[in-house]
Antibody
């Protein structure tokens, strides 16, 4: 069974930092790209970041580029999101999401339960 | 960035009725990279349909997806009580740029 379990969510001050983690199991982790997607309370979904299967290529939404850094450890089957210079608008439930891509199609096929980040003074 | 606009924002129907949800893109989307997600209260989203029209594992055949280019549709042929949820469309573009629609809430009438 595929499992994605996020951790590290907490209350942080504006300008502060947090590091989120996602523990993956039940599949060959390094066969897949991985993503972070967030959802502000009562709002819709916003893609945050993607890391390729090998970890060498990363992509970010404009809203977080330069402040957040995604990384992965394929030996530990884990995904991380280092969040710096946090802003109140970063307050959200952060989901770890598996991405599947073939030559013809790409989609997000497995989601974790999420970890809550609250940025408030 | 491709903007996805879903309509209606809220749809109120009764069990047994047919639901039609629409997602319009600001520019053409590859059919292989278009998906629908379902989110029930207190749960993460889950994949419903990928590549425009392919049902994910375990999704009943009352759910169907169609469309191309800039207009896509999710149809639920006969609503069951467990189908009342929020539905999001998603596109996975080049670069990549990944965007979601704002969601359609499907409520019990």
């Amino acid at each position: 069974e595929v499992k994605l379990v996020e951790s590290g969510g907490a209350v942080a001050r504006p300008g502060g930092s947090l590091r989120l983690a996602c523990a993956a199991s039940g599949f060959k982790f390094d066969d897949y790209s991985m993503n972070w997607v967030r959802q502000a309370p009562g709002k819709g979904l916003e893609w945050v970041s993607l890391v390729s299967w090998h970890g060498a290529t990363t992509y970010y939404a404009d809203s977080v580029r330069g402040r957040f850094t995604v990384s992965r450890d394929n030996g530990e089957n884990s995904l991380h999101l280092q969040m710096n210079a946090l802003r109140p608008e970063d307050t959200a439930l952060y989901y770890c999401v598996r991405g599947y891509c073939s030559d013809l199609q790409c989609y997000f096929d497995k989601w974790g339960q999420g970890t809550l980040v609250t940025v408030s003074s | 960035e491709i903007v996805l606009t879903q309509s209606p924002g809220t749809l109120s129907l009764s069990p047994g009725e047919r639901a039609t949800l629409t997602c319009r893109a600001s520019e053409s989307v590859s059919s292989g990279n278009f998906a629908w997600l379902q989110q029930k209260p207190g749960q993460p989203p889950s994949l419903l349909i990928f590549a425009t029209s392919t049902r994910a594992t375990g999704i009943p055949d009352r759910f169907s997806g169609s469309g191309s280019g800039t207009e896509f549709t999710l149809t639920i042929s006969r609503l069951e009580p467990e189908d009342f949820a929020v539905y999001y469309c998603q596109q996975y573009g080049d670069s990549p740029t990944i965007t979601f629609g704002q969601g359609t809430r499907l409520d019990i009438k």
